[in-house]
């Protein structure tokens, strides 16, 4: 007598069941609170489990228990007479007397998911922070392109893979002229806009794969694969003559750019080779196009 009180005050649900069928000879208070069942004679174990338990009960905990006679920490969800969901987590082991029977020991594992839920929450908020801080730490801010740290690093590694399949690739490197006069003339904050439109006019004419940056104050870059159907050259001289007839914030900008083409050199060659060339352009009266084969010397 005093051990079924004792049973029964157990903050956990203890069952035991025949080892054949888990019919249900005895459970504690604890368990039919848990389950919100009424013991009924002849009712089996696997009635209080969702339709999910009872496959993992019958493919999983019964071979094990039938193999190694125990089976423990298995996560099921009983299933209350309302239908609502509760996670427990099972042990249990197999007993030999006259007859086989099995020991059932099921805790409720209700505060332990909920916290469980919470961590998953945290990382995938962490997760998401991260990613937004990684897309912000690639970003300038003031044009949306990439900054100059992601550009060495995207355009390092597609030329890297470029080389070995012999690929060869522009690398535009474009300067706004006389940009100094315009913040001078019209105040810094024109400027900000000007370098905006630049960008974004930059962005609108390149193609989806070209990484296009803004590599210092009043600098672009942009690195293309050599396709056939436009040569850089005259992607180049699209951008010039484009720009030349257009008008940002009312006011006439012009660039000069250095474009080295390649399918041999390494991303610093070309990264090199663009920057003499645009100080040639600029040396030559700005607002045109000074290209070299860099293989071809
Ligand atoms: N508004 C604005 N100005 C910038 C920014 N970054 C750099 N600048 C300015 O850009 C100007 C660049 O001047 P310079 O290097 O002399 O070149 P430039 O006047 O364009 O002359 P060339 O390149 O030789 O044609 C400087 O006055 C910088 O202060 C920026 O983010 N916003």
């Not at 079924?4 to 157990?10: I, K, Q, S, T, V």
């Not at 094990?64 to 298995?74: D, K």
């Not at 740290?149 to 893979?161: M, N, P, Y």
């Amino acid at each position: 007598m005093t051990a079924e009180f004792a049973l029964d005050d157990f903050p956990t649900g203890l069952v035991v069941t025949t080892l054949e069928d888990r019919e249900i000879l005895f459970a504690n208070q604890y368990f039919y609170q848990v389950s919100q069942q009424e013991p009924q004679s002849g009712a089996r174990i696997g009635l209080v489990f969702n339709a999910a338990s009872k496959i993992v009960i019958e493919s999983f905990v019964m071979p094990m228990l039938l193999h190694q006679g125990y089976c423990a920490e298995i996560q099921l969800t009983l299933e209350t007479k309302a239908a609502e969901p509760v996670p427990v987590l099972v042990n249990a082991r197999v007993v030999e007397g006259e007859r086989k029977l099995i020991y059932w020991v099921i805790s409720t594992a209700q505060q332990r998911d909920s916290l469980y839920q919470e961590l998953v929450n945290l990382r995938n908020d962490l997760e998401q922070r991260a990613e937004k801080l990684e897309v912000l730490s690639q970003t300038d801010e003031l044009t949306g392109l990439l900054n100059r740290r992601a550009f060495v690093s995207r355009a390092t590694t597609l030329i890297k893979q470029g080389l070995r399949h012999k690929m060869s690739y522009s690398f535009f490197m474009i300067d706004i002229d006389n940009f100094k006069q315009i913040n001078d003339q019209h105040g810094h904050d024109v400027g900000d806009n000007v370098l905006h439109q630049v960008g974004q006019w930059l962005a609108s004419n390149s193609r989806a794969n070209d990484i296009l940056a803004r590599i210092g104050g009043e600098e672009f870059a942009i690195i293309t694969l050599n396709q056939n159907h436009e040569s850089p050259i005259q992607f180049a001289e699209r951008v010039l003559t484009l720009l030349r007839a257009e008008k940002i914030q009312g006011i006439e900008v012009t660039v000069s750019v250095g474009l080295a083409v390649s399918a041999k050199a390494s991303f610093e060659q070309l990264y090199k080779g663009a920057d003499i060339l645009l100080y040639e352009a600029k040396n030559q009266g700005r607002n045109r196009l000074v290209w070299r084969d860099m293989d071809k010397d």
